[in-house]
Each structure stands twice: as structure tokens, then as C-alpha cells.
């Protein structure tokens, strides 16, 4: 993980804290689950034996395109899952037309008020 990091309270244009080479990633959430509203990203990493955590509440347009394409990986990976586990909790196996006749029919993911 590198980049500019600035505090929670801080303001776009802050000089903020440049980072190189933290890590590795040990978790990575928004909080709710992705059928929440949160649009923030929570990563989880240490360096030099602590532990830290980076809320990252929305990308510079350098790195926006790359932000809302692993959002959009992520919330279809977590809709199958969900779907998947609710089959298997009921006893039901889905079939594989039946799995992207479900992904067919998702609604796509809303990120700062924009669908991906």
C-alpha cells in the first residue's frame, strides 16, 4: 500500500502523509457489507509491528477508475456469495444458468451517486 494518506478530519487539498510500501493488506471492509450505504473502503495493514487502519472515503481522480472497478468486483462477488448462502442454508442447489440468471438480473452498484 502506498499513496497520500490524510486524516479522517482532514481536507482534500492537505498536504497529508505520504506512505510507500506499508503492509501487507490483512483486511478490507466498509462496515455494512456492501448492501449498505457506505461508499468508504476500511483497509486493515500493519508496519514495523503495529497494526493500522486507513478509511479511505473517496480516491483522487488518478485513482478513481481503478477504486470503483474493485468496488464493482467486490459487491458482485458478494451478492453471488449472499445468494449462494441462502441457497445452501435452504437446501437448494444452483444451477449454473441459474447463477447468471441472477447476475443477468442485479442491479449494478451505486457509488457517489453514480451506478458502475
Same mark, same amino acid.
Given at each position: 500500500?502506498? /499513496?497520500? $494518506?490524510?486524516? %479522517?478530519?482532514? +481536507?482534500?487539498?492537505?498536504? /497529508?502523509? +505520504? $506512505? $510507500?510500501?506499508?503492509?501487507?493488506?490483512?483486511?478490507?471492509?466498509?462496515?455494512?457489507?456492501?448492501?449498505?450505504?457506505?461508499? =468508504?473502503?476500511?483497509?486493515?495493514?500493519?508496519?514495523? /509491528?503495529?497494526?493500522?487502519?486507513?478509511?479511505?472515503?473517496?480516491?483522487?481522480?488518478?485513482?478513481?477508475?481503478? &477504486? #470503483? =472497478?474493485?468496488?464493482?468486483? %467486490? &459487491?458482485?462477488? =458478494?451478492?453471488?456469495? $449472499?445468494?449462494?448462502?441462502?441457497?445452501?442454508? =435452504?437446501? %437448494?442447489?444452483?444451477?449454473?444458468?441459474?447463477?447468471?440468471?441472477?447476475?443477468?438480473?442485479?442491479?449494478?452498484?451505486?457509488?457517489?451517486? #453514480?451506478?458502475?
Amino acid at each position: 500500500l502506498s /499513496g497520500k $494518506v490524510l486524516r %479522517v478530519d482532514g +481536507q482534500e487539498g492537505d498536504e /497529508g502523509l +505520504q $506512505v $510507500v510500501d506499508i503492509g501487507p493488506i490483512k483486511e478490507w471492509t466498509n462496515m455494512t457489507g456492501m448492501e449498505g450505504p457506505e461508499e =468508504n473502503v476500511i483497509i486493515g495493514t500493519s508496519f514495523g /509491528g503495529r497494526d493500522l487502519e486507513f478509511n479511505l472515503m473517496r480516491p483522487c481522480e488518478e485513482y478513481l477508475a481503478m &477504486y #470503483q =472497478n474493485t468496488y464493482r468486483m %467486490v &459487491y458482485l462477488a =458478494n451478492s453471488i456469495i $449472499v445468494e449462494l448462502t441462502k441457497c445452501s442454508e =435452504n437446501g %437448494v442447489l444452483m444451477e449454473y444458468a441459474e447463477l447468471l440468471e441472477f447476475i443477468d438480473k442485479m442491479e449494478p452498484p451505486v457509488m457517489f451517486c #453514480q451506478a458502475l
